[in-house]
């Protein structure tokens, strides 16, 4: 079963930094790449970025330059890294896989950007 969970959200100030972690388990994290997502109220959900599973990014432009995605295969985990936050960043952030046809997502994390 796949599992998707992240951590990591909170609230910052504008300017700051935050780490989000996407720990997934139920399907071969090497041979799979995932992608990253926020939803703010009342918007559609964005992609933010999505590394494949040899480590190739892309980057939303809204993000490039302030956010970063690394791969840590011996957990299982990917890391968010962002940086020189703005308030149009507050958004609820969500990490996804694509295995055997079918789209998991986690729960979700809020990050909170305060002006």
């Known amino acids: 079963q796949v599992q998707l969970v992240e951590r990591g959200g909170g609230l910052v100030q504008a300017g700051g930094t935050l780490r989000l972690s996407c720990a997934a388990s139920g399907y071969p994290f090497t041979l799979n790449g995932m992608g990253w997502y926020r939803q703010a109220p009342g918007q559609q959900r964005e992609s933010v970025l999505n590394i494949t599973r040899t480590g190739t990014t892309n980057y939303a432009d809204s993000v490039k330059g302030r956010f970063t995605v690394s791969r840590d295969p011996g957990k299982n985990t990917v890391h968010l890294q962002m940086s020189r936050l703005k308030p149009d960043d507050t958004a609820v952030y969500y990490c996804?896989?694509?295995?055997?046809?079918?789209?998991?997502w986690g729960q979700g994390t809020q990050v909170t950007v305060s002006s």
């Open positions: 996804s896989v694509r295995f055997r046809g079918t789209t998991f």
